[in-house]
């Protein structure tokens, strides 16, 4: 069984003033299913750096939840985690794959941006292609207009590091 780093949102529990990681338990279910283990990775950047040194993940899924501090979120310490584990993915050419908010976060580490829109939180969309189906979105950032070499530039970033 593959083991996979899940990083986490983080939720504010204001009657127990605390900070708290959360996951909703459908990707444990959702990976056992593919034949993998979520192992799900706190955000506290000092953790997940010994987790890492310690641990061989055989892949690495960004979640969604929270906002990018840089886009008025509130929580650094989820985008400094994801920024490790982006780093060691790619230093180690271990498989990355974001959703949502981990798909921002890849953006903005290769120098992407975002921009707030309105109309589009919990607003269906249909998908068509290989698979077709309504979407809901939950968020209320797009990806700003980008340069056209940033998946370009994503591929050389990792065959640079390949060679060295």
Not at 40 to 67: F, M, Q, S, W
Request: hydrophobic share 40%; charged share 25%.
């Amino acid at each position: 069984m593959k083991l996979i780093f899940v990083t986490q949102r983080i939720d504010e529990a204001v009657s127990y003033a605390e900070r708290r990681d959360a996951l909703d338990q459908r990707w444990a279910v959702l990976l056992e299913k593919l034949g993998c283990a979520a192992l799900p990775v706190p955000n506290h950047p000092k953790t997940a750096a010994a987790l890492l040194e310690r641990v061989r993940p055989d892949g690495i899924l960004l979640t969604g939840g929270n906002n990018p501090a840089s886009c008025g979120g509130n929580a650094p310490e989820r985008d400094e985690t994801d920024a490790r584990l982006i780093e060691y993915s790619l230093d180690r050419s271990v498989p990355l794959f974001g959703v949502c908010r981990g798909m921002q976060s890849i953006l903005l580490y290769f120098g992407g941006a975002l921009e707030r829109i309105s109309g589009h939180v919990a607003v269906c969309h249909d998908v068509s292609g290989a698979i077709s189906r309504t979407a809901v979105s939950y968020t209320h950032l797009r990806a700003h207009e980008t340069g056209r070499n940033l998946v370009c530039r994503l591929l050389l970033e990792k065959k640079k590091k390949e060679k060295i």
